[in-house]
């Protein structure tokens, strides 16, 4: 049997209309669709007349009958709560009274999934089961959506189908629900992608509206199916696998990508009546329960009356409060009392605290009159606060030396030419390089773009194959899917497991593809997890492969020894390390560099240029085009010397002890879901990402901004990774060396108050 026997007529997409027609006459509005089979699931025959009934697993097929590369399928069923996923799933299906079950199958198993299922319609009479059969290989040709799907691992065919069945289904259908029950998920990405089409249906609210779920989850449902089985005590499973429910995302509207999930509280009427009702920020909230606990400003309330909202009437200033500053304070006292109960404050934290207290005062912005006592800073990851050594710097240069480099015989921009050189070589000790091994760029994605350049254009050709962690950031996976999409070579994504590391089989079996080029964060910027890119990239150059580390998260929390990464090249940013916007470097190996060429050419990559020719200025200095950033080289070059003076190792012991802080404070708290594992012993950097029940991600983050707790919400630009698992997107926390206790414990008062104005 031919892969051209089972090209998809126009009959076979069809079909679904005239069915589901029937069915709507028949069963009323609500329709489901199962997605449940293709070529790499063993065929489940369920009795959809008896669901208490044990399924007949049907494996192999029938002897003969061949898929993909030609070898009989025998899969193992995937179970979902003890049960083959198939199965709970109808279950669940029946119990939220979904009228019609489409069960989607390859044209290679159809007969057997066909005849199970008009098996049970025959024997049951009036059956909703109906069989849609696909080929998804011959789909890929034709869907539009194209490579850029195959990053979140879809068969496209399933997207595809997906994508025919909303076009012929939604018009007259009020509840779609796709399920699926393999390994390959369809994930809210491809969902996003048919809520764009459901959207030529105005009358429909259907397929995009989705949960949060487990990864490998192997269902995705609507909001209304979710609620339906919530009302029924059914609970929702949570991104790290344990049974908690987990938030509902709302509307269509906000489904996906960054753009589109920017609510603000102002469309929510108790938050916005909270947070307008507030004259104090979450730190003053803390700093007021603490008063409160010790006696003060209260007018001398007990401690027994702490923590009732109507024990506390005024604030440390007198003023009369209102029933949400109350609110807060009540919530900061029942922290800290679980601080206390919990035995959080150890010798460790206090060391971190008196540290981060110490380090706090050598940055401006957080002692400035609009943010001292008033901002907990919890955004590093993605900019950290200048320093004032840093800032001193880059001001003494551009006030007293301020002269282009390199060109100037006069004693301004011999001094300018020196502090530049000066800085280079303070910024390559910093990290552990030889001289003239960096090229500074704007920033990590400049630096991530010149290896895609100036080696991808001659050494990646058509059908090479480029390996990506899924977790990567936008800007060390985009510059190299475009890569391949120029040269017709192939991008293989590398998976995480539930815990949040990479999955290290699935990575050493893509080095068995042998690959040209590998790319990997350090620190990935959502899990916050330090990955064994030494041990990666041993392996990756075993089979012939250049490795490209992203240091970006890296930098400003650990040491950093570029030469011992035994990586190709290392990317990363000066505002990613107390340092200004503007200026980023890319390491390069000599190796790597052998095999590159500059991009172009211009004032700054040559030393001398005849009629004709010109010699290029040495190693990665010829990848520096025009006026390099000078005063930024000067103020990051600085910001090394801060670092340096506190010692990595004290940054990394600060970072160490507030992230456990912060993991139990967030465990403490009802509805939050840390995503990936961080009660590990190894490589805590400061870096946390989580989810709030019933609260967007965006939503979080306005209302704490709106407290003074400044976090992250979103994609964090790692949008395929939150798709794969899930989830719409996370919030965010992050710490700098200044960050304090009392930081995080006046994010946790910020989430939980608004948690609670979100239930309301
Ligand atoms: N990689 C990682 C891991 C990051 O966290 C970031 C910034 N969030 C980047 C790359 C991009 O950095 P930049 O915007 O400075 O180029």
Redesign the pocket.
Known sequence: MTREDHQPTNRQIERPKREVGELHRVCGSSVGIVLAFDESTTPLIVNFEDPDEEPIVCAPVEDGMSVGDGKPVARPVQMYKGKPAVCWAVDAMRASQMTAVFVVTSPALSTAVSHAVYGTKRKGGGSNVQVVEIDRHALVERTRLGANFEMFGLPFGMLELARGLADSLFEGYDNVVILESDAVRITPGHLYELCLDAMEHPEVEAVPSWIECLRRSPFLFTRDFLHGLEERGIAAVGPNGFDRPVPLVKTRDHVFGDELLAPSPAEHPVASAFLDECTIGALEALRLARAAENGEGDGGESADAVGSPAAIGTDAAGGSMSDADRELVAIAQGILHAREANGDRNADLVWADEFGRRCKLDFPLLNDRWHKGKLAYLDS??TCQRVDVSLQAQRDFDEHANANVYRGGYELSKRATDEFGRARRRIEEFIGSDEQRIAFTA????AANLVAQAWGEWNIGEGDLIVIPLAE?H??MLPFTMLAERKRAEVEFVPYGPDGRLDQQAFSAALERRPKLVCA?L???VFGIVEPVREMAKAAHEVGARFLV?A??ALSHMKLDVKDLGADWVTM?G??GYGPFGI?ALWIGDEAFDEMDPLGGGGGVVTHVGVGSYRLRPRALQYEMGTPPISQAIAWAAACDYLDGLGMDAVARHDCALTRYLVRGLHMLDGVNVVGDHDRADGQVGLVSFTVRDVLPAELAAFAGRLGVDMRSGG??ALPLHASVGLIGTGRISFGVHTTSDDIDAALVAIEACRRAYER
Do not use: E
Not at 443 to 446: A, K, P, R
């Open positions: 990851a993605a920033n990590t994605t400049g950031h800007s060390n964060a620190v990935g910027n992203d970006a998260q940013s505002h990613k980023g964090h630009c």
